[in-house]
Structures are given as structure tokens and as C-alpha cells.
């Protein structure tokens, strides 16, 4: 049953779309005196239009100068109008390939048949199956898929990558506790300071982080001496 | 099924774009900073139309068959369009709109033009009884634009045989086509030798003997013919090029003007009067003549005659010159005489003059004059079109506004050379030049260059500071070559600045660029900024390029610059025998010699003579041996065994290969070795045969391969491989009376003739692009039966074990078969060239660089066309990295290295390795040029560009005064604890 409803309209859209076609053929002979040449002179037509991507009616001057049409990789060309539309003349019966190029934006190209007695058809590119029709609208309509992206973009400095950076982070967070965690202690009460001292650490055993520090940059003999004041301001301290 | 290739498709396309985002693109503020592209038209052919009024432009045609819209203020491009195949016959512009209307492929395309915008305005074409579809190439026809533009005369030369003729006039408005009645014409007439006078006059100019027949298509038909000697015009000698040259522009219809140009010696003014013929003036050693309307001083607006003299004395000058070039250009004087067409009057106070500044000859191919109103003022600007392709714009006062170099559209070949050392490194060469001598001599020439050395450096010093002191003398027109640098204005003139900057720098990236062009015309061309360095031209080298057009004609470098004290030498061999040999950093040529034979291969010899020359052979029609230099000759000599040459034949298929073992100074000839005949096509005429080599002394890096299980896949490594592709057509296969046309590929052993693989390609068409490097040979074709490009690549391997690691001799390994792998792939567009990218020593990457009909340029990474690439991959796949099979290769927007700076019609590409292993030079040319530089693995040698110094320089510092101010702070801690 399905099938068969599918196949109605297969038929019915095959039946709209010579319909269509046979409409255009016939404006085409209508208007043969005009400028179109028709088929009967000798070559069949193509036509289409490119539109820009603000969809202009009037393409702007750059646009009109930097977009080519191709056909067959340069076999044939077509040339713009003023409105966007144009027309490629004195092609036999065949298959072409019509590309629109554009250096910053991008078309997608059709595939156009054109058989023995002059009816054309559009349809999708397709490389891999190259037999199967996926059609598209005659006279062709080419739409700019999006602009071209030649560039990469270039990572900027900023101050919080920075700040972010695991390295970074792990450098800053030794220095909080370095820097920050004594104040803290030495901030509070002196209830603590007293059960500090009453811990009875081991004072002397280990050398001091800061003095270390301050030793290495300040240079040897002063750094003894300044030691040895520090040991003796403390140890007058304890008499206190 | 559908779906699935679409799955794949999707999934394989985003893992190639995340591998090509990571290998290529440039950044957006790159751009323009290592490329240069510059635009051409090609020679003028049909000078079109003027517009003065807001922004003045000028309209022309081209024999590139390219109309085009120039800028009279600077000579850039406003707009230009290419068309399709067949001479662009005729363009001019209406009177009334001022449209202009083009004919070409002998009236199957009429169009009109917008002057303005470049936008169609209508496209026609002339009815099938007057042109065929088949007829589109043809040249039998001449046409003439009616100046009103509603209608086009055609004269048609019949083809049975050439003597009869018939006049069409076709009407636009009602396409209606009035035919005259044949008439016959004399035997050795042909369309060349004819022209249109107006639409009621047509004039033939019978060379051979002397004699002139016109028509007139008003009333009856029929060709009446008179001797030049008529006129009492006598030859002494052979006359040799006499032209016909009419004029657009008439003072009036029925009386019309044209001229017979005497090959240089003069001109001759001839007028209809009464639908008859009458001299009007003989004007000895004028150049060039040109009608166009006037207003005089003491008269009103007429018609004047403007003629172009070049003054003789400077051009004795300049022929005692070209023998000796020197840095500082010739002059050319030119002068432009106006003559009153009533009175016959001159007008002195409208005379224009000026000067040109160049080495080689310069002749006049056409002038045009183009009328300016400044202000009520009446004033003209010239316009010449010189037979080398230059095109320049000048004022009457003698001011050229600007120069275009329209040869570099017709580039036949190139090459990207090397610059020369410095004067400071050349001299530390040469102290290591005398290693041979004592320790003592090699002491004091050590000390005396570094004195040397720092004299060079002192005196460099001072001469920069005086230029910058006085500034004006280098730059004396460096304003107007500011103007146009970003096009192709580029004068002529170098000056001496820029000829002392030619060196080489660190990682040779600053080269040279090295051209022949169709027109007998050569150019050196700077990398870094595009500018032309130097050109030169040679007649004799024009006429053998047009007398026996080539498809490809090599430049020889037989010496590279690297070999201080000798200068670099670059040679060309036409196919008639001409060598033309030339410095190719200073444009100026050594050498010229003219064998008496034709030429049938040509090849550059491996090994260097005593003074690093490398000869070039020459094998003639007759298989004798030239050596040029003739000096090179012991080199040949002493290597004749390890020497082979291959000349291939295009109509029968023919391959012969040529050893030199029996060669002595007797004893020339060359003798064959092997000989092939491969299947062509039956209409030999369509057949067209490629072979291909590797490059010249290519580096291969890597032996082998490594899998995936850690064994090595070793490369067949053959380096007298050649690839030979055949495009033909089929006469047994046929449907519906087509035939079908093939493609056959062979890889053939120069040296023994032996085949070694060959493959077919059936319904399929050219034109084939070889890529043959190392072990992999990659070429594209269309495929005519599905209706697309595609491109096959081919990779030969000796297996897991190599026979021998140290050398490959073609006649003792030909038990090996190499296995090969052959793998198909669909590109999604056409290619217009294709090539690889060459490096130093062969490290880095290979891409692809395929010249795409759109444009652009991609690159594509090797990768992607390899053979190897699995249907179904498998871990080991997978370790080794290969990508997994899809049939159709990406074109993603990131690759494409010229980015919006498109290119037409892309004649070939070529690539150098510079002295960074990272980084390759690329050159393209065809109606444009381009140049770039491409990093297929990236800058992985130097610090990247935007590399930030001062970023690193102020982190430094910050942590040298973060440390001393830690110090400062400890030290005042201490203390304050001290004191505590």
C-alpha cells in the first residue's frame, strides 16, 4: 500500500516538474526574438542567477568583479549581469558541471544535463554515486553557503590564562602559605602564642626557611653576622 | 548504502580537517607578509574604450583573450574577464551608451559590456550559417564592429579553399543577416593579410607580390587590385612584413584613411576617395600612426594625425650598449607629432616627447592616443604597446605615469634560484679556498681577509650613511614605484641599492625568480618584495619562440651561485638551436650561439667541469652530440658509460632510449640502446605523450618505511625511473559513434628500456599531472565515465629487505621487481596543475600543491593519497599512522595557501627548497603570479613569527628586579629584626 502511494507521487512530482520545465521552454521560445538564442540557433542555453549573500538585487561593483562562472572546469564560462543573472550559450547535449567561484565566499556547484532534445535538468553533485538525481531548481539559483575560512584564529594573551595556568596556580598557592598562613598565627591572641611556646619545639635543629633564603642572597659574612644578631635578639627575648 | 558512505564520510572528513587544521593555514595578520600576487591581461591586442570623466579608466582587449578595465591614474586593475577558448576577434565600443561590444571564437560570442562596472549587459551570437560550433578555433574569419554598434560586418574565407570569400552583416536588433555574393580572391591571401577599413571597405595587402586589393560592400561586390608600385612606392629588396593598420577612428565615412606600415622604415597614408584608391603622404621612419580628434591650438576641434618617431641617434646608442650591459639604463627617445588633417599642418605647441629608460631594444607594437580635457585645456596621454608585452602610459611632457609588464602573463618556465654571498662572507670563502698551502701562507691570508673583512665592513658603513644622507639620487622616481607595488607596476628600473641588497640571507628565504616569457622575453624577479630586478630582451630569442612555439622549454642552471669566484650561470635552448646563455642575478647575457639544427633532447650533465660548470647536451635531429659549453666535452668523456638519454616521439608512440658509450671527439653520434613503440591513438594528431623523471638530484631522506610491527618496508628507489602517460583515443571501443578516449601510464627503466609497471585508464581524459618523487608516482586525469577528477597514486616498494643500501645501478637489478601498491581517489573539482613541495634535505613532509580552476591553490598532505591507506584498519594501521580508506579526498578551506587572492588560469607551479629544512619556496604563474613560501610540518627550525620577544624579554626582567627587590627586602627584614 505504501509503496504504492509512494509511487503516485513520485509520479505526480515527475508530472509538476515537466510541467515546470515545459513551462520554461515554452517562455524561452516566446521570447526567442529578444536576446536568448534558442536552441534552434545552433547550442542550448543555460541560465541561472548568483545572489549575494545580503541578497542585493543589484550586485555590488566587488561582487560583479570577483565572482566567475565556470563550466566544466573552465571549458566554457558565464559572465554576470548587473542583477546577478546570467547565461552560458553554444553548448551541445551533454553534462556540465556549473561552478560560481567567489574568493571569500562559497558556492555549491550543480550538475546540469542537457539531453538530445534540448531539456535541462539541474541536479545535486554527487562524486560517489554518480548516477543518482537529486534535483534542484532550473533556472539554476546560486545561494553563498558562508564565507570562506582561509584563517586560523590566533590565541590572544590574556590575564586570566595566565592566572589559570596550572603552573601558575601551583607556584601561587605555596607562596599563600608561605606568606599568609604565619601573619594568620601571629595575628591571633596571645593565649596561643604562649601554648606555642609551650610546646617546647625543638628550636634550633632546623635552620630557618627565610633565613636560608636571605643568607643565600645576601652573601656569606653578613649573612653570619646578621645570624648571629638574630640569635642573640631571640635569646634576649627568652630573658624577657 | 547511502547512509553509510555519508556516515564515513562525515566521520573521516572531521578527522582530516582536525589533521589539516593542525599542519597548515596561516594566520589572518599573515597575510600579504611572504606572499605576493600580481595580475596581468596579457599583450594588447584590441584597444577598446576611454573614460575620462570621474575615475578615469581605460578598456582592452588582449591576445591572452581577456578584456579588461585599466585605471589611467595608476594602471591597476579595475575589473578583468577571462574567455573561453578561440581568438578574441574584434571589440569596440558604442557610440551612443558606451557599451562595449566584444566578438570572439569567430562569432560565437557577441557580448556587451557595461564599460563601467564589467557587468553583461546582453550576450548574442552570430547564426549558424555564418559560424559552426567547429569553427570556433578556426581563423578564417575577420570582423568589423560598426561604430554605432548595432551591427557587425564578418568576412568569411571559405575553407575548401581559401579563395573565395563572402561578406555578412548581422544585425542585433532583428538578428537578421544580410550575405553578399562570393567572390573570389587571390590564392595567397589569407585573413591575416586582410582588415577591415570600415564597414564599406575591406583591404587586403598581398606580401609576396606587392600589390594591394580592397572592396567596397556597398554597391557591387568585387575586388579590384593595384600594385604598391601605383603608387610609386618601389622595394629594394626583399620588403619583408609589411602591415596593413587601420584606424578606428575617421574623420569621415565615405572617404576613409588606413596605412601601410613598411616593417619600421615608415608609413604610408592611403585614403579612399571616390571608391578609389589615393596616397595621401609617405612619412619616412615614423613608428606608429593614430587618428583621433584634435582641438588645436589656432583652430577648432578636428581630426590630427599623431605620429610616433623614435630618435635614431639614441638608438645607435643603444645597439653599441646591449653588448656591454651596464647597471645604469639606455634612454629611448620618443617623439609624438601632430599634424593638422586639413592643412597638413604640425602643431608644434601639442608635440610630445619622452624618454624611456631601458637595456634591450624596445620596439613599438601599437600606439593609441587618448584625449584629456583638463580644465578647457586640451591635452593627451600615449598609450604604448610595445612587441615585448610592456605597456606604458605617458604624458606628453615626458612624465610615464605607469608600466606594466604584460609578458609575465605568457611565462613559459622559471626557476627560483639562489642569491650570491655578501661581499663579507664571499671573502671568508675564499681564505677557505686555500687549504692546500702551508700553515704559515694560511696564517697570513687568514689575517689579511679578516683586515679585509673589516674594511668591507667600515667602508659598508660609510656608504650607507652617505645614502642616507642624500637620499634622493637612489630614489629618483621611488614615489611613483610607491604607487603600484601592490600590482604589478613594477618598473623596469633597479637601482643600484637594490642590486648591492641582492645577498643571500641566513636561512635563504630571499631568492631570485627567474623567467622566460613566450615573448623572447626574461625577467629576474625579487621574492621578498615581487619586484622586477632586471629584464631583458632578445629578438632573436622572440623570433625562434614564435617560429617554433615549445610547450615547456627549460631554464639549465649550470651554475649555481654557490661556487665563488664564478658567477651563476643560467642557459635556454630553443628547439631551432638558439642557446641564450645569462647571468641570472644581473639579467645580463654571456652568451648567445645559434646551432644550425634542430633540436631534439636536451639534458643537463651531472658532473661539474673544473669551473663547477655543469654542461648541457644537446642531442640534434640527426642523434650528433652538442656540448655546450664545447669545453665540457672530457667531462662527457670521462663519464660516457653512466650517461643515457630518452627522446620520446608524440605522433607514433616511439621510445628510444640513447647511450654515449662509443662517444669521442670523432665519433658523435649517440647510439641507440632500446627502443619502444607504445600504443597511441590511430588520429595520431589527438595523442599526446608525458614523461616524467624525478627531480635533479633529489634528496630522499628515509630508505624505508616503518609498519606497524616495527619492521621496514623498503622504497624501490629507482633514480632512472621515468613515468610515461599516453592520452589517446580508442578507435574499437565506440558508442554512438564517440570514441572513447584512454589514458595508459609506464613506468619504464631509462637506462634498459624495461617496462616496469602499466596501467590503463579506459574513457578516460587528459590532461594528466605527474607528481614522480622518491618512490611514489601520484597523477590525476578525469574520468569521463563518471564524470569527474581523479587522482591515482603509486607506491613502489623493494620489499623487507634492500639488495643493496649504497648504490642502485639499473643494469644489475633487474632480477628485482619492485611490489607496487595503486590506490584510486576522487578530487572534488578539476586541477590546472599539480606538484610537490621540495625541501633541503628531505626531512619534512610532502604535500601536494594542486592549482584548482577556481583559484586557489591546495595544499594537500601526501598523506592523503597514499596507496597504503587501509579499507579497513587494523591496530597496526593505526600505530603506523595511516588514515583509513575514503574515496574522496578534502578540499578544506584552510589548505588553500593563496587564500582570497585568487588565480586565473594557473599555468604550472614550481617549488624550491630554501635553506630552512622546514620551509619550501612556491611560485605560480599563468595570467597572474604568485608567490609563497609553505611549511608542510610546520616552522619546526626557527621561532615562529609571531614568536613574542618582548613577552619573554619582560617576564626576564620582572624576574631579575623581583629577585634584587626580594634581596633589598630580606636584608632591611634582617635588620629590623636585629634591632628589635
Same mark, same amino acid.
Given at each position: 500500500m505504501t509503496a504504492i502511494r509512494y509511487a503516485l507521487l513520485w509520479f505526480l512530482l515527475l508530472v509538476s516538474n515537466n510541467a515546470i520545465r515545459a513551462q520554461n521552454v515554452d517562455i524561452e521560445s516566446n521570447g526567442g526574438n529578444n536576446h536568448t538564442p534558442s536552441a534552434a540557433n545552433g547550442g542550448h542555453t543555460i541560465e541561472g542567477k548568483v545572489s549575494t549573500s545580503t541578497g542585493d538585487s543589484n550586485m555590488p561593483q566587488q561582487w560583479l568583479a570577483s565572482t566567475r562562472i565556470i563550466v566544466n572546469y573552465g571549458e566554457y564560462f558565464g559572465f554576470l549581469k548587473r542583477d546577478g543573472s546570467f547565461e552560458i550559450s553554444n553548448l551541445q547535449p551533454g553534462s556540465y558541471l556549473v561552478e560560481v567561484t567567489h574568493p571569500d565566499y562559497f558556492y555549491e556547484p550543480i550538475r546540469v544535463d542537457i539531453n538530445s532534445k534540448g531539456k535541462i535538468r539541474a541536479r545535486k553533485v554527487n562524486y560517489i554515486q554518480t548516477s543518482s538525481v537529486q534535483q534542484l531548481p532550473y533556472p539554476l539559483k546560486f545561494k553563498p553557503k558562508g564565507p570562506f575560512k582561509y584563517f586560523q584564529i590566533r590565541e590572544t594573551w590574556k590575564l586570566t590564562d595566565f592566572l589559570f595556568n596550572p603552573m601558575v596556580l601551583m607556584m601561587i598557592l605555596p607562596l599563600l602559605l608561605l606568606l599568609v598562613l604565619p601573619k594568620m598565627i601571629n595575628a591571633a591572641d596571645p593565649e596561643t602564642q604562649r601554648e606555642m611556646q609551650n610546646?617546647?619545639? &625543638? =628550636?634550633?635543629?632546623m635552620p630557618e626557611l627565610s633565613e636560608m633564603m636571605t643568607s643565600f642572597f645576601t652573601g656569606g659574612s653578613s649573612s653570619k653576622s646578621s645570624q648571629q644578631l638574630a640569635l642573640k635578639n631571640k635569646a634576649s627575648k627568652k630573658k624577657q | 548504502m547511502v547512509k553509510k558512505w555519508k556516515a564515513i564520510d562525515k566521520l573521516s572528513f572531521l578527522l582530516i580537517a582536525a589533521l589539516i587544521k593542525v599542519s597548515l593555514c596561516l594566520y589572518?595578520?599573515?597575510?600579504s607578509k611572504w606572499d605576493f600576487r600580481q595580475s596581468f591581461v596579457g599583450r594588447l591586442k584590441h584597444f577598446v574604450a576611454y573614460d575620462t570623466h570621474s575615475t578615469p579608466t581605460i578598456v582592452l582587449g588582449t591576445e591572452k583573450q581577456v578584456l579588461a578595465s585599466i585605471y $589611467? #591614474?595608476?594602471?591597476?586593475?579595475n575589473w578583468r574577464h577571462v574567455f573561453e577558448?578561440?581568438?578574441? %576577434?574584434a571589440a569596440r565600443v558604442e557610440k551612443e551608451d558606451g557599451n562595449v561590444i566584444t566578438v570572439n571564437a569567430n562569432g560565437l560570442y557577441v557580448r556587451s559590456w557595461n !564599460? =563601467?562596472?564589467?557587468? $553583461?549587459v546582453s550576450e548574442y551570437r552570430l547564426p549558424e550559417s555564418i559560424?559552426?560550433?567547429?569553427?570556433?578555433?578556426?581563423?578564417y574569419f575577420n570582423f568589423y564592429i560598426k561604430e554605432k554598434g548595432n551591427e557587425i560586418v564578418c568576412a568569411k574565407?571559405?575553407?575548401?579553399? %581559401?579563395r573565395k570569400l563572402q561578406f555578412y552583416v548581422y544585425t542585433f536588433k532583428s538578428q537578421n543577416v544580410k550575405e553578399s555574393k562570393i567572390v573570389a580572391i587571390s590564392k595567397?591571401?589569407? &585573413? #591575416?593579410d586582410c582588415a577591415f577599413v570600415n564597414e564599406n571597405y575591406f583591404v587586403c595587402l598581398?606580401?609576396?607580390?606587392?600589390e594591394i586589393s580592397y572592396v567596397s560592400?556597398?554597391? *557591387?561586390?568585387k575586388f579590384t587590385t593595384l600594385s $604598391?608600385?601605383?603608387?610609386g612606392l618601389q622595394s629594394s629588396g626583399v620588403p619583408e612584413n609589411l602591415k596593413l593598420v587601420t584606424f578606428?577612428?575617421?574623420?569621415?565615412v565615405e572617404n576613409p584613411y588606413f596605412a601601410i606600415d613598411l616593417n619600421g622604415d615608415g608609413h604610408v597614408l592611403i585614403r579612399f576617395e571616390n571608391k578609389e584608391l589615393k596616397l595621401v603622404k609617405i612619412f619616412p621612419k615614423v613608428k606608429q600612426l593614430y587618428i583621433e580628434s584634435v582641438s588645436f591650438t589656432n583652430s577648432e576641434s578636428k581630426y590630427g594625425l599623431f605620429m610616433l618617431i623614435s630618435k635614431p641617434e639614441s638608438l645607435k646608442n643603444d645597439v653599441d650598449e646591449s653588448a656591454n650591459v651596464k647597471v645604469n639604463k639606455d634612454l629611448h627617445q620618443f617623439k609624438v607629432a601632430i599634424f593638422d588633417?586639413?592643412?597638413?599642418?604640425?602643431?608644434k605647441a601639442l608635440m610630445g616627447h619622452f624618454t624611456v629608460k631601458s637595456n634591450s631594444p624596445i620596439i613599438v607594437n601599437s600606439m593609441f592616443i587618448i584625449p584629456l580635457l583638463q580644465s578647457q585645456k586640451y591635452s593627451y596621454k600615449i598609450l604604448i604597446s610595445t612587441i615585448d608585452g610592456s605597456l606604458f602610459l605617458s604624458s606628453p611632457q615626458g612624465r610615464i605615469s605607469w608600466r606594466r609588464e604584460?609578458?609575465?602573463?605568457?611565462?613559459?618556465s622559471a626557476e627560483i634560484l639562489d642569491l650570491p654571498l655578501s661581499e663579507l662572507d664571499a671573502t671568508i670563502e675564499q681564505t677557505l679556498? +686555500?687549504?692546500?698551502?702551508?700553515i704559515l701562507t694560511q696564517f697570513l691570508n687568514r689575517v689579511s681577509s679578516q683586515i679585509i673583512q673589516l674594511q668591507t665592513y667600515f667602508t659598508k658603513i660609510i656608504a650607507d650613511s652617505m645614502e642616507a644622507i642624500s637620499p634622493s639620487i637612489v630614489n629618483e622616481r621611488g614615489d611613483e614605484n610607491d604607487e603600484?607595488?601592490?600590482? *604589478?607596476?613594477?618598473?623596469l628600473q633597479s637601482s643600484g641599492k637594490e642590486l648591492r641588497t641582492l645577498v643571500r640571507d641566513k636561512f635563504g628565504l630571499h631568492k631570485i625568480i627567474v623567467t622566460v616569457t613566450e615573448f623572447g622575453k626574461l625577467f629576474g624577479i625579487d621574492t $621578498?618584495?615581487? =619586484?622586477?630586478v632586471w629584464s631583458v630582451f632578445d629578438t632573436d630569442l622572440r623570433n625562434s619562440l614564435r617560429l617554433n612555439p615549445p610547450k615547456k622549454l627549460s631554464i639549465f642552471v649550470?651554475?649555481?651561485? !654557490?661556487? +665563488?669566484?664564478y658567477s651563476a650561470k643560467c642557459t635556454i635552448v630553443s628547439k631551432d638551436g638558439l642557446i641564450l646563455s645569462f647571468n &641570472?642575478?644581473?639579467?645580463?647575457?654571456?652568451d648567445k650561439k645559434q646551432l644550425n639544427t634542430q633540436v631534439k633532447q636536451t639534458m643537463l650533465l651531472y658532473h661539474v667541469d673544473n669551473t663547477y660548470l655543469k654542461g648541457i647536451l644537446i642531442l640534434d635531429k640527426d642523434n650528433f652530440v652538442h656540448l655546450?659549453?664545447?669545453?665540457?666535452n672530457q667531462v662527457l668523456n670521462k663519464h660516457k658509460d653512466t650517461y643515457f638519454i630518452v627522446v620520446g616521439e608524440e605522433k607514433t608512440g616511439l621510445l628510444e632510449g640513447y647511450g654515449f658509450? !662509443? +662517444?669521442?671527439d670523432e665519433n658523435r653520434k649517440a647510439n641507440r640502446v632500446w627502443s619502444l613503440t607504445l600504443p597511441t591513438s590511430?588520429?595520431?594528431? #589527438?595523442s599526446r605523450l608525458q614523461i616524467v623523471f624525478k627531480r635533479h638530484g633529489e634528496h630522499v631522506h628515509s630508505q624505508g618505511r616503518v609498519l606497524g610491527d616495527r619492521s621496514v618496508l623498503y622504497k624501490?628507489? /629507482? &633514480?632512472?625511473l621515468m613515468v610515461v602517460t599516453i592520452e589517446g583515443t580508442d578507435p574499437t571501443i565506440s558508442e554512438f559513434g564517440k570514441k572513447f578516449s584512454f589514458i595508459t601510464l609506464y613506468l619504464i *627503466?631509462?637506462?634498459?628500456?624495461?617496462?616496469?609497471y602499466s596501467t590503463i585508464h579506459k574513457r578516460s581524459k587528459g590532461p594528466v599531472f605527474v607528481v614522480h618523487s622518491e618512490n611514489s608516482v601520484v597523477y590525476s586525469y578525469y574520468n569521463e565515465k563518471s564524470r569527474r577528477t581523479e587522482i591515482s597514486s603509486l607506491e613502489l616498494y623493494e620489499g #623487507?629487505?634492500?639488495?643493496?643500501?649504497t648504490s642502485f645501478s639499473s643494469l644489475h637489478r633487474q632480477v628485482i621487481r619492485p611490489f607496487i601498491e595503486h590506490q584510486n581517489f576522487i578530487f572534488p573539482t578539476g586541477i590546472s596543475s599539480m606538484v610537490d613541495t621540495l625541501t633541503e634535505k628531505g626531512i619534512t613532509n610532502k604535500h601536494l600543491l594542486i592549482a584548482l580552476p577556481s583559484g586557489g591553490i591546495l595544499e594537500l598532505p601526501k598523506a592523503f593519497v597514499d596507496?597504503?591507506?587501509?579499507? /579497513?584498519?587494523t591496530m597496526e594501521h593505526r600505530e603506523e599512522g595511516l588514515i583509513p580508506y575514503v574515496p574522496e579526498l578534502p578540499i578544506p578551506?584552510?589548505?588553500?595557501?593563496n587564500y582570497n587572492k585568487s588565480l586565473v588560469s594557473v599555468r604550472d607551479i614550481i617549488t624550491a627548497p630554501s635553506s630552512l629544512e622546514s620551509t619550501c619556496l612556491v611560485f605560480a604563474f599563468g595570467l597572474d603570479i604568485f608567490y609563497t613560501r609553505v611549511t608542510p610540518s610546520k616552522? +619546526?627550525?626557527?621561532? =615562529?613569527?609571531?614568536?613574542d620577544h618582548w613577552l619573554i624579554a619582560g617576564v626576564l626582567l620582572i624576574l631579575v628586579g623581583l629577585s634584587y627587590l626580594s634581596k633589598w627586602l630580606a636584608a632591611r627584614k634582617t635588620l629590623n629584626n636585629a634591632w628589635k
Open positions: 610546646m617546647q619545639m &625543638p =628550636k634550633y635543629d | 589572518e595578520d599573515q597575510v $589611467l #591614474k595608476n594602471g591597476s586593475l577558448c578561440g581568438p578574441f %576577434n !564599460a =563601467k562596472s564589467g557587468s $553583461l559560424v559552426t560550433e567547429n569553427e570556433r578555433n578556426s581563423d574565407f571559405h575553407q575548401s579553399s %581559401n595567397q591571401l589569407s &585573413p #591575416k598581398d606580401v609576396n607580390s606587392l560592400l556597398n554597391d *557591387d561586390v $604598391l608600385s601605383y603608387f578606428n577612428h575617421q574623420p569621415d588633417m586639413e592643412n597638413w599642418q604640425e602643431d604584460e609578458a609575465l602573463a605568457s611565462i613559459l679556498g +686555500f687549504s692546500s698551502e702551508n603600484n607595488t601592490d600590482f *604589478d607596476g613594477s618598473d $621578498l618584495s615581487g =619586484k622586477i649550470q651554475r649555481t651561485t !654557490a661556487h +665563488f669566484p &641570472p642575478i644581473t639579467g645580463q647575457i654571456e655546450y659549453p664545447e669545453t665540457t658509450n !662509443a +662517444f669521442s590511430e588520429s595520431s594528431s #589527438k624501490y628507489l /629507482n &633514480p632512472n *627503466d631509462a637506462v634498459t628500456g624495461s617496462i616496469i #623487507k629487505t634492500q639488495v643493496n643500501a596507496p597504503r591507506r587501509p579499507i /579497513n584498519p578551506s584552510e589548505g588553500i595557501i616552522t +619546526f627550525d626557527i621561532l =615562529k613569527d609571531d614568536f
